[in-house]
């Protein structure tokens, strides 16, 4: 694959799920009852999830493997900007066997990897008909885009990121430990703060008195300010 070509499928595979996100509702609604209960919003993830990840896992497997689907994809996407029909063929096929295999490994998520888009993609490539091919990929990826809006950040709530709530810090300005939370109150406050000497000064109309402004309020505040960040 080229270097040009590939530049080209992620863009057009950035602008094709930015325009199927747009169509998400309508999709959700053409979805069987029980799929949709199944990637409810806020409803619980699958517990087959947990081995998949750490601490179970070694490292993040599904993920590794999500990751790889995507790469399939967006190169049988680029060998067809290139009318490179032979590599974009060969690439479907491992981006087929790569989706079938994560279609078995969260059993309560099957129904979220439908094969016949997938068929459907294949015979269009194997006609060679770059009209059929082009709604093909539109249909595949309108189903990718639609499982990651629904899930995709609840499950990098559960595995990506930390427990932020025992995290502690020291304050720099008191001395004293307190939690992330706390500091990043008052780094907002004193942001703020900021932003309130800031617009006082600028109201300020002579250059005399601003400068006059900026040498005692604005910056104190600024200082508070960045021994905040520094902390962090």
Not at 53 to 74: D, H, R
Not at 116 to 124: K, M, N, R, T
Not at 128 to 134: A, E, F, H, K
Not at 188 to 193: L, Q, T, V
């Amino acid at each position: 694959m080229k270097k040009s070509g590939f530049w080209s499928a992620s863009i057009f595979s950035f602008l094709l799920m930015t325009a199927l996100t747009v169509s998400l509702p309508s999709q959700q609604k053409e979805r069987p009852a029980e799929e949709q209960a199944t990637i409810k919003q806020g409803g619980s993830l699958p517990a087959a999830l947990d081995a998949l990840y750490p601490p179970k896992a070694q490292g993040p497997v599904f993920l590794i493997k999500m990751i790889g689907l995507a790469e399939s994809f967006s190169g049988t996407v680029s060998d067809l900007l290139e009318k490179d029909l032979p590599n974009a063929l060969a690439g479907f096929e491992k981006f087929r066997s790569q989706y079938s295999e994560l279609s078995g490994l969260v059993p309560e998520w099957k129904s979220l990897y439908p094969m016949a888009p997938v068929e459907e993609l294949g015979a269009a490539l194997k006609a060679g008909d770059q009209g059929r091919i082009m709604g093909a990929v539109e249909k595949v990826g309108g189903v990718c885009s639609a499982c990651h809006v629904e899930n995709m950040p609840r499950v990098q709530s559960r595995y990506g990121w930390p427990d932020f709530s025992g995290i502690k810090a020291k304050d720099p300005l008191t001395g004293e430990e307190v939690s992330l939370h706390q500091l990043m109150v008052f780094l907002d406050i004193s942001y703020s703060g900021v932003g309130a000497d800031l617009e006082r000064a600028l109201l300020r109309v002579e250059a005399e008195d601003l400068r006059g402004v900026l040498a005692g309020d604005l910056d104190e505040a600024l200082e508070r300010q960045l021994a905040l960040v520094d902390a962090l």
